[in-house]
């Protein structure tokens, strides 16, 4: 083969290239002038918003040979990323005080954790995929321990380390036998070899994509591949357990469905029934161990866990409506989570981290503003109108519905009410019980921010779903 | 010449020793060798199907593999050293303050 080599041809990867650009800066500023390390946070915030305005204005198009592909699919998932670094870069100001973290390479890694996520996005080749989701996965091991005195962090990235490692050799070892048995790693190569040869009850071909989408289930935190999350979430810095909640989780789902649909389009029929199985069994561990835990930060990490059962429906269901569904349903969990995190961030203070559940008694008389935001998020993940929450799981719902599978469909809705148990507790706490001390929470510009657009967004899409619903239905044209 | 059943065979029994003592031990470091090793399966089966393909898209992967894997034992070797800093323990028994 021999391709030409013109400038051209690195046109649609330039938002990844000046991302990466930009981090590297991050690192020498910090390193050669520590005094302007204040600044650091405004110039990453403010090269991610140049980067989405970069990608609004990008044709689609491909590069290197097809292994990466700019379409308005792959452009919808990076804007999901993108917004939530910058989200998590406004929730850090004040957070990276109170903990006294350094900063030049939190903001640097995080934004080589996005280019990661953006590659997985774009990737149309499994070599592509494996190498996006190593520099996303590398550079978070990094972020979650990046407390070095904290011994919780400390064990919540070893453990993530571990299992994040193996769950990338289960990944690459499932690659292999899908390269041996197709002689290519190019997703809609592997799809057209399996046509043309009806190889597709192949048990070696099962066997490997099974092992790759196990690799993949890890990354998005779905059961029985969640047991790691709840202690990362619970021991990394809070601002990075927000950030995981939303961004790696939109560039798993990118991954799964682009598999899914250009590699199998002709298997849906067994994958959709596997999905099934791991979107009720996420749905049932996040939304009843949830029940029992005392720490805001790993209940919300078993409801991810049950959020990422629910957004498995749309991809199951295999249509574009259920795609779009999908796609649509991560970015107003990204608008939620990133508001629910923004408070418990609010109530952390240098005395103490206020995460148990506890903390929250009586805050509705101490701040009542928290408590408000609060209760709107926790409405919003619960799924009651009219809020985003809803919206995002009706649509999700029906769309799973339209594609015959009610059963599923049913058994989703038992578990959402029974998870209103535990998010409506908190709201409980908040409003009918005494606070145990008088703390008044210091809101800081970044910080407010970030709430505002949470909450505005969290109310704006469930009353007027309509232009992020076609937004997200357009991406899917031509895909 | 030899199968590339043969080849397959050795990277599976390479793999499964992998997640075996991945599995068992509980030593990070001798877990994290485990991971290296079945890394290494991985790479032994590309490269055996790559030149029975006769396509070079197994080797070049297995470059990328072989980068990767460096990279990720720096990294989880400092946090190793990061946590025995702070614990003075590397086994996984020890490590227990997150539960719930």
Known sequence: ???????????????????????????????????????????????????????????????????????????????????????????????????????????????????????????ADLIVVYLGLELMALSIYCLVGLLKDDARANEASIKYFLMGGFSSAVLLFGITLLYGMTGTTDMAGIASYCSQNAILSNPALMVGAILVLCGFFFKIGAAPFHFWSPDIYQGSPTSITAFMSV?????????????????????????????????????????????????????????????AGYALLGILSGTSEGYSSTMNYLLIYGFMNMGAFGVVILLCSKESRRESLEDYKGLAKTNPMAAFLMLIFMFSLTGIPPTAGFIGKFYLLKAALVAGYTLPVIIAVIFSAISAYFYLRLVRYMYMDDPREDFVAHYSPGLTTALVISAAGVIGIGIIPGSLLDWAARSLVGF | ????????????????????????????????????????????????????????????FVFFIITVAAAEAAIGLGLVIVLFRNKKTIYVDHINELKG
């Open chain 1, 1 to 123: 083969m021999n391709m030409p080599l013109s400038l051209s041809a690195f046109i649609p990867v330039l938002p990844e290239i000046f991302l990466v650009c930009m981090a590297i800066i991050l690192v020498v500023v910090d390193f050669s002038y520590p005094r302007n390390r204040e600044m650091l946070g405004q110039f990453t915030l403010y090269s991610g918003l140049g980067v989405i305005l970069f990608l609004f204005c990008q044709k689609p198009g491909i590069a290197f040979g097809s292994m990466f592909i700019v379409d308005s699919y792959s452009v919808f998932f990076k804007m999901i990323c993108l917004f939530g670094m910058i989200m998590t870069i406004l929730l850090s100001v004040q957070y990276l005080k109170v903990e006294q973290i350094r900063q030049g390479e939190y903001f640097s890694l995080m934004a080589f954790s996005v280019v990661g996520m953006m590659i997985m996005a774009s990737a």
């Open chain 1, 247 to 307: 961004a790696p989780k939109a560039a798993g789902f990118a991954v799964i469905g682009r598999f899914l649909l250009m590699a199998f389009p002709e298997s849906h029929g067994q994958w959709g029934s596997l999905l099934v199985v791991i979107a009720l069994l996420s749905m049932a561990v996040g939304n009843i161990l949830a029940i029992s835990q005392t720490n805001v930060k790993r209940m919300l990490a078993y409801s991810s866990i049950a959020h």
């Open chain 2, 1 to 60: 010449m030899i199968p590339l059943s043969w080849y397959m065979a050795l990277a599976a029994i390479l793999f499964s020793i992998g997640t075996y003592g991945f599995l068992v031990r509980r030593n990070i470091i001798i877990m994290f060798l485990c991971m290296e090793l079945m890394l290494n399966a991985v790479n032994i089966n590309l490269v055996a199907m790559s030149h029975y393909l006769d396509s070079l898209a197994g080797h070049n």
